[in-house]
């Protein structure tokens, strides 16, 4: 397996872990805290509601309860008083029977429906009101969890509930919760909940010590918290079961997909070596993929714009050998020539010398267009626009006066700046002025101004024009028009300017006026650089 697809289904796969470990945390998080904040808004509330009853009801603990004369048997549970959270139930079971009374009530009022023998004495170890048991439940309120209220006296027995009341599991959770305090009291020394486990219930479990006359009592508000761990247990186990499900689906997808990037990967890079080894003919194609076909594009032009420089290149070798071979040729013919004396020493002397310096030029503007394509470090400068000029124009001056040509310039009345390197400026407009002054009839104009971010230089001959076919390749390197030098002056301006930040154009004067005008656009510059 390739490094490629390692990454590929590593990073998938490790995304989608991690993206299934964040929500399985931030799960796990948020509903723990919902569990434990709805827990303590419950026990919280319901633990006053509690302690607000043990003030409102002097209880006491009795062991032996006299049923007085002429109380009435009930054959049905009492009604119920609804406090806060909880509900007050007053009620005594004894051989069978209950027997009830409805409280708030200062003179309770029976009804008589059987008959017990007088002063019967029952043994109770209940939480009794004025004879009478107090059974506290609560009130199932609206919330995700509901409190239960447990209290147990000084002698540690449980007041309420009443355990023989209670269904056997029940009864089995509230003993456990009691020994638990019992056996931990220094747990719930503060109003803190406690998280209680058992064997088969979680709780969440609040303590609080409560003087009831001369003694205390205990407290215990307890929740069941079993139902939402089962709830939180059970999507767990569909997060674990989706995370395996979806790290078989990406590496399934991952596999796939690399499998399918490395084909495409695979091509290009045959076609690379195929362009590497000069085979510009052959060409990638189309990609399904919208990136490796757009790198297919980008491929075939570089293939396109090597096969060009590769032309231009046999073009350029093909060229240069012409013009060399030229001046090689008669300078070796009248070398020949002297020593076969068919030509003075003088007369070939100025021929060879004469050759040997066009060779001179030849190769200096070959040097110079290989130090641009190589390159060469451009060291920028601020200009003074026409003491440029004017030092290009004094330069070509005696050139042009030879041929009995003028080159004059025009000066705007204010001083422009422009931002370049001098010599290949200064190399630039010259090779310009003097293809102008070699097509003028007899005047060369220059002037130059700026326009709005940017110096434009006019260069322009009052000759017949530029040829309309030649017109498109005059700055295209060893393309010579009629009468032409070597076909690189242009070229090398073209190069320069461009290499400024400018650009140069060409283009023929409007009739009735003859002549080609020059114009060199370069980014104005500020006084200090």
Same mark, same amino acid.
């Not at 003993?175 to 020394?189: D, G, K």
């Not at 064997?199 to 215990?220: C, E, F, G, H, M």
């Given at each position: 397996?390739?490094?490629?697809?390692?990454?590929?289904?590593?990073?998938?796969?490790?995304?989608?872990?991690?993206?299934?470990?964040?929500?399985?945390?931030? #799960?796990?998080?948020?509903?723990?805290?919902?569990?434990?904040?709805?827990?303590?808004?419950?026990?919280?509330?319901?633990?006053?509601?509690?302690?607000?009853?043990?003030?409102?009801?002097?209880?006491?603990?009795?062991?032996?309860? *006299?049923?007085?004369?002429?109380?009435?048997?009930?054959?049905?549970?009492?009604?119920?008083?609804?406090?806060?959270? #909880?509900?007050?139930?007053?009620?005594?079971?004894?051989?069978?029977?209950?027997?009830?009374?409805?409280?708030?009530?200062?003179?309770?009022?029976?009804?008589?429906?059987?008959?017990?023998?007088?002063?019967?004495?029952?043994?109770?170890?209940?939480?009794?009101?004025?004879?009478?048991?107090?059974?506290?439940?609560?009130?199932?309120?609206?919330?995700?969890?509901?409190?239960?209220?447990?209290?147990?006296?000084?002698?540690?027995?449980?007041?309420?509930?009443?355990?023989?009341?209670?269904?056997?599991?029940?009864?089995?959770?509230?003993?456990?919760?009691?020994?638990?305090?019992?056996?931990?009291?220094?747990?719930?020394?503060?109003?803190?909940?406690?998280?209680?486990?058992?064997?088969?219930?979680?709780?969440?479990?609040?303590?609080?010590?409560?003087?009831?006359?001369?003694?205390?009592?205990?407290?215990?508000?307890?929740?069941?918290?079993?139902?939402?761990?089962? #709830?939180?247990? *059970?999507?767990?186990?569909?997060?674990?079961?989706?995370?395996?499900?979806?790290?078989?689906?990406?590496?399934?997808?991952?596999?796939?997909?690399?499998?399918?990037?490395?084909?495409?990967?695979?091509?290009?890079?045959?076609?690379?070596?195929?362009?590497?080894?000069?085979?510009?003919?052959?060409?990638?194609?189309?990609?399904?993929?919208?990136?490796?076909? !757009?790198?297919?594009?980008?491929?075939?032009?570089?293939?396109?714009?090597?096969?060009?420089?590769?032309?231009?290149?046999?073009?350029?070798?093909?060229?240069?050998?012409?013009?060399?071979? *030229?001046?090689?040729?008669?300078?070796?013919?009248?070398?020949?020539?002297?020593?076969?004396?068919?030509?003075?020493?003088?007369?070939?002397?100025?021929?060879?010398?004469?050759?040997?310096?066009?060779?001179?030029?030849?190769?200096?503007?070959?040097?110079?267009?290989?130090?641009?394509?190589?390159?060469?470090?451009?060291?920028?400068?601020?200009?003074?626009?026409?003491?440029?000029?004017?030092?290009?124009?004094?330069?070509?001056?005696?050139?042009?006066?030879?041929?009995?040509?003028?080159?004059?310039?025009?000066?705007?009345? !204010?001083?422009?700046?422009?931002?370049?390197?001098?010599?290949?400026?200064?190399?630039?407009?010259?090779?310009?002025?003097?293809?102008?002054?070699?097509?003028?009839?007899?005047?060369?104009?220059?002037?130059?101004?700026?326009?709005?971010?940017?110096?434009?230089?006019?260069?322009?001959?009052?000759?017949?024009?530029?040829?309309?076919?030649?017109?498109?390749?005059?700055?295209?390197?060893?393309?010579?028009?009629?009468?032409?030098?070597?076909?690189?002056?242009?070229?090398?301006?073209?190069?320069?300017?461009?290499?400024?930040?400018?650009?140069?154009?060409?283009?023929?004067?409007?009739?009735?006026?003859?002549?080609?005008?020059?114009?060199?656009?370069?980014?104005?510059? *500020?006084?200090?650089?």
């Amino acid at each position: 397996m390739s490094s490629f697809t390692k990454k590929l289904i590593l990073s998938c796969t490790g995304v989608i872990f991690a993206s299934f470990l964040i929500v399985y945390f931030l #799960f796990n998080f948020l509903v723990g805290n919902y569990i434990r904040a709805e827990a303590e808004r419950e026990l919280s509330g319901g633990m006053m509601d509690v302690v607000s009853l043990t003030y409102d009801f002097p209880f006491t603990l009795w062991t032996d309860v *006299t049923i007085p004369h002429n109380v009435g048997i009930f054959n049905e549970l009492s009604p119920v008083m609804e406090t806060g959270r #909880f509900a007050i139930e007053l009620r005594q079971d004894f051989d069978g029977l209950t027997i009830g009374a409805v409280l708030p009530s200062p003179h309770p009022r029976w009804s008589i429906m059987d008959s017990l023998p007088m002063h019967t004495h029952v043994q109770s170890h209940v939480f009794a009101a004025e004879g009478f048991v107090t059974t506290i439940r609560p009130v199932r309120q609206s919330s995700f969890v509901a409190a239960d209220v447990i209290i147990i006296g000084y002698d540690n027995e449980i007041i309420t509930p009443v355990l023989d009341f209670l269904p056997s599991i029940q009864r089995a959770n509230v003993e456990f919760l009691v020994s638990y305090y019992l056996a931990n009291p220094a747990q719930f020394t503060t109003d803190q909940m406690q998280r209680v486990s058992g064997a088969n219930n979680t709780y969440y479990l609040s303590v609080v010590r409560q003087p009831v006359q001369d003694n205390a009592i205990s407290i215990l508000m307890y929740t069941d918290i079993s139902s939402a761990i089962d #709830f939180t247990t *059970t999507m767990n186990r569909i997060l674990g079961l989706l995370l395996a499900v979806s790290g078989i689906l990406s590496l399934v997808i991952s596999i796939t997909m690399s499998a399918r990037f490395k084909k495409a990967i695979v091509r290009l890079c045959n076609y690379a070596e195929t362009i590497g080894r000069g085979n510009f003919n052959e060409k990638a194609g189309a990609f399904n993929d919208t990136e490796f076909n !757009q790198l297919s594009k980008s491929m075939d032009n570089m293939s396109n714009m090597l096969q060009t420089y590769e032309n231009n290149q046999k073009q350029f070798f093909q060229n240069a050998s012409h013009e060399l071979r *030229t001046p090689l040729m008669s300078i070796q013919g009248y070398a020949e020539g002297i020593l076969g004396d068919i030509f003075t020493k003088e007369e070939a002397a100025n021929v060879i010398l004469s050759e040997g310096q066009k060779m001179t030029d030849l190769v200096n503007e070959l040097l110079y267009i290989s130090r641009m394509d190589s390159g060469t470090e451009i060291l920028m400068s601020v200009l003074d626009a026409g003491v440029l000029l004017h030092e290009c124009c004094e330069r070509v001056k005696p050139i042009a006066q030879k041929f009995g040509k003028y080159v004059e310039i025009e000066s705007p009345p !204010q001083e422009i700046f422009v931002a370049a390197d001098e010599e290949k400026l200064e190399r630039a407009i010259i090779n310009v002025l003097s293809n102008a002054i070699r097509y003028a009839e007899s005047n060369v104009k220059v002037n130059y101004h700026e326009i709005g971010d940017n110096l434009e230089i006019v260069i322009e001959d009052d000759g017949a024009g530029i040829n309309p076919k030649d017109l498109p390749h005059i700055f295209e390197r060893f393309y010579k028009g009629e009468n032409g030098n070597y076909g690189l002056g242009l070229a090398i301006s073209k190069d320069i300017v461009k290499s400024l930040g400018g650009r140069i154009t060409a283009e023929n004067k409007n009739a009735p006026e003859t002549g080609a005008v020059f114009i060199i656009s370069l980014p104005v510059g *500020t006084e200090a650089y």
